[in-house]
């Protein structure tokens, strides 16, 4: 089940030791599980299964 | 004097007119209207004269930069300037940040003769709404002062319409070039990521920043263009290779050019009615231009523009989580509720988010086989009313964040007016690195309309004097 946002977004919102005001809170609490399940959406691409991120690392400065 | 930098640059060399004349005028609509308006957050008036001055004499000298010499431009307040410094519009922004001195793209211009009159207004940190809480002015739309410029790029787009100035550098990381131009009936270019390098800018999105051009016209952002693409090692994300030649393809023609639509009109819910026929009028144009048009449909639509708005909102969290934890009530409410969406969003979609992205740039590219521009609305309606913003219904609306997570070439030009006289634009889309292509068709289509050359009705009077 996925987990409850009223219980996530604070407990995420503590982690990062950010305060918003409850009304704040509310709102993210309201718009997460859209977002979720927009992100959610990126692992139904079936192209990206075995894809390599589009990150690049140089060990040279 | 609601000129072109073209025409300007014409004007300054048959004596029509001089850059303090130029300059003159432009601090004189300021003066006039930026109360009004607000465009600017700092103005640099005798500085500005100053080198107005300095290249009149260098014209009368025979010594000629090229066409942004006594052109008088705006920087948008998150870029560095030799002037003054720089607030992206916020209280928290330490203000010894900027003290390294112009930003390459600003040094750049500066070398090409441009006038830099002042700092213009942002969203703060380029993300967010205005907000009437904080000690900064509201930008407001000079085609309807009760609706919004648009952002972040606010107060280049509304002073390049005003005419408070002739062109003006904004950045772009989710629409903020794209959209105030279109929203403000200008031409804004974002072109393909790392063509120009972004040190000394304020970030908001690594891999998503772009600083660009916004001017009346395609010739003019190909002008300015010329002059801000180039290498820089200082910013990591910068390209190093040869710049084209933009402004020599400006033929006009389009003969033969294979130009996709995709109209995007099930991807938001505030199309205005008139967009089918102001779009269709627009690609009219196109092909009498000489294109080649077929319909299109953007891959992965929906999921790249998800990456855009969740991945910058990651990438800004990085950079601005110490401030949030200390200075939560500094920011501005739409900035600080916006950028606290990164602290939500777990680090292995923002992985799986450049692995779509991957995926997504292969099939923009097969797509590009097919055609060679692509062209969309730039949003689904005009300005928001400034009463009834809201950072949902303005993304809703914008069909720009898809580019910023493929990194392609994409320029706004107005395409004409809702019924309500607000501004539509054309997003016009290249492979990347071919900027050429895109300034080339918007010129094309400038060449057979005058959208572009439209005053608001609010400084009419005084542009025309």
Known sequence: ?61 | MYMTITDAAAALRTGETTSVALTEAVIAVADAHDGELGVFLARYTDTALAAAAKADAELAAGIDLGPLHGIPLGIKDIIATDEGETTAQSLVLDRSWGDMGDAPVVARLRAAGAVITGKTTTMEYAIGTPDPDKPFPIPRNPWSTEHWTGGSSSGTGGGVAAGMFLGGLGTDTGGSIRFPATNCGITGMKQTFGRVPKYGCVPLGYSFDHIGPMARSAQDCAAMLAVLAGHDPRDATSVDRPVDDYLGGLTGSLEGVRIGVDPLLTHSSQNVPELTAVLDAAVAELRAAGAVVSTVELPLYAELKTVTMVGLAAEAYAYHRPDLQSRWFDYGAGTRMAVATGALVPAGDYVQMQRVRRVGKRKVAELFADVDLIVTPTSACGAAPLAKLTFDDIIDALHTPYWNAMGNPAMSVPMGFTTDGLPLGLQIVGRPFEEAAVFAAGHAYQQRTDWHLRAPALVADLLAA
């Open chain 1, 1 to 61: 089940m996925p987990a409850d946002p009223a219980v996530l977004v604070p407990a995420l919102l503590a982690a990062a030791d950010i305060t918003p005001s409850p009304e704040e809170v509310a709102i993210m609490i309201a718009e997460f599980p859209g977002r979720a399940a927009a992100l959610d959406a990126l692992y139904a691409v079936p192209e990206a299964r075995y894809e390599e991120p589009d990150l690049v690392y140089d060990a040279v400065l």
